[in-house]
């Protein structure tokens, strides 16, 4: 029973990601972090940007979490941080892989309408977003149906 439960946690806590993701990408990224953020919508160069760094922080969130739950004995604590883990692998995937191709020699063609639709829509973010302010779509992960073919 615990084993379920501390998968049913990982799974939302992965899925409750992308609301955080959200909400961090259009309150901190585009609002008082926009001096870290903004050399991502302006790309001078192909290696590390600032905007990496919140990618550091929520790597250290996870890492943070699985340690401590596993040396602590909270799986559920563990689980969370894997939860958190498993969205970082998605959205690196994704973003810097598929969209952005920032690893070279890797390539992830997006295929299907689900992977189409979030292309489009992290498009349309790059296209409107590149100011602090108006934004749209700062979702990473999902998109909503407007963005459909």
């Known amino acids: 029973m615990k084993v ?3 998968a049913v946690l990982l799974a939302t806590t992965a899925v409750f ?12 990224m585009h609002g008082f972090l926009w ?9 001078r160069h192909r290696g590390l940007q600032k905007n990496d760094l919140f990618a550091l922080f929520f790597s250290l969130v996870s890492f943070s979490l699985i340690y401590s739950g596993w040396r602590l004995g909270r799986m559920p ?20 892989v598929m969209f952005h191709r920032r690893i ?3 390539r992830i063609r997006a295929r299907g309408r689900y992977l189409r639709r979030i292309v489009r829509a992290h498009a349309v973010h790059h296209q409107k ?3 602090k302010k108006g934004g749209v779509s700062f979702s990473f992960l999902y998109a909503s149906k407007r963005y459909s073919e």
Request: negative net charge.
């Open 35 to 43: 001096v870290l953020h903004e050399d991502h919508h302006r790309p």
């Open 104 to 106: 070279p020699g890797i």
């Open 4 to 6: 379920l439960l501390n």
């Open 77 to 96: 604590m563990a689980s969370a941080g894997l939860g958190v883990a498993l969205y970082g692998v998605g959205y690196v995937l994704f973003h810097d």
């Open 17 to 28: 990601m992308e609301f955080v993701a959200w909400f961090t990408h259009k309150y901190v």
């Open 129 to 131: 977003s590149g100011q």
